[in-house]
């Protein structure tokens, strides 16, 4: 596996990789990589000639009271199991070369009821999607990527992205892969070594109480209370829940009442300190009559 961390160097080898007509498959990771990200390699491997990870812990997207420096990280570790996994090359630009110093240009994905970085994350965490659009339209641009894939895990991220490649026409495609769950059913995330063993044993509950909240609405409960008794449950089950919301998929629009169709239910909700996410499709039924 070729490792580069400079532009130079991935720009030589995405030359030559283009101009032998092959196909190049981006992995967009912060490092600290867990079987979630294998699954994206394995997935990119299978959509394009050639695959390229990057390691970018990406401080534009880290608010300044984030846990940018508390964020982990495992260079060695990383690399061997890109390797394992096949990847061809890993790419890991310095903070300079990603930002250029005394760099001014941005991608704001928007605000208002338009753009899928309204809300949610958007609120929880003001500036993050400026980041993660900025970062990855310069990662797109970086690897010459045909195809990049993400994970289902971080759903408005993955809304966010595609809208951007949408709005700016970038030639690349954006592949979601389903999330990657722990045996307990926890979604893999590379926060969750941070939870003490305590917490780590809590937090096994919080995708079933996703799923009970799920087949309500599936079953056609009404989305104001079904999401009432969702919260409640997650508070009595010791997370401190941040917003379990109903939403369009593609706009992270609330979902409207009385609509029906395939819906997305999120929830973000703290144990301690750590912050987490999850989310399952829903489909909703017609309300009777
Ligand atoms: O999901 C992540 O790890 C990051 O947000 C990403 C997509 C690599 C951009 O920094």
């Given at each position: 596996m070729r490792i580069e961390r400079e532009l130079a160097g991935l720009r030589a080898a995405t030359g030559a990789w283009r101009a032998a007509g092959q196909r190049i498959g981006l992995v967009p990771t912060m490092g600290a990589l867990h079987d979630g990200h294998l699954a994206l390699v394995a997935e990119a491997r299978r959509q394009a000639d050639v695959v390229i990870a990057s390691i970018f812990v990406n401080p534009l997207q880290f608010a300044p009271t984030e846990d940018l420096d508390r964020y982990p990280r495992d260079e060695a570790g990383d690399l061997a199991k890109l390797q394992a996994a096949g990847c061809d090359l890993?790419?890991?630009?310095?903070?300079?070369?990603?930002y250029p110093p005394g760099d001014v240009c941005v991608i704001d994905p928007g605000a208002g009821p338009g753009s899928p970085a309204e809300g949610w994350e958007g609120t929880a965490r003001p500036g993050h999607f400026r980041g993660v659009a900025t970062v990855c339209c310069k990662l797109f641009m970086m690897a010459q990527a045909d195809v990049a894939v993400f994970g289902e895990k971080d759903w408005q991220q993955l809304q966010v992205v595609r809208r951007m490649v949408a709005d700016l026409l970038l030639p690349v495609t954006i592949q979601g892969l389903p999330t990657v769950r722990e045996a307990d059913g926890l979604a893999m995330s590379s926060r969750n070594r941070r939870l003490s063993e305590g917490e780590r044993g809590q937090a096994a509950a919080l995708p079933g109480?996703?799923?009970?909240?799920?087949?309500?609405?599936?079953?056609g409960q009404p989305v104001g209370p079904a999401l009432a008794e969702g919260q409640a449950a997650l508070q009595a089950a010791g997370f401190v829940p941040d917003y379990l919301a109903l939403v369009e998929p593609a706009t992270l629009r609330p979902w409207p009442a009385g609509a029906a169709g395939a819906a997305r239910l999120l929830v973000a909700a703290r144990l301690g300190e750590i912050r987490l996410l999850d989310n399952i499709p829903v489909l909703v039924p017609p309300a009777p009559g």
């Open positions: 890993a790419f890991l630009p310095t903070p300079a070369v990603m109480l996703l799923q009970r909240c799920g087949a309500a609405l599936a079953a």
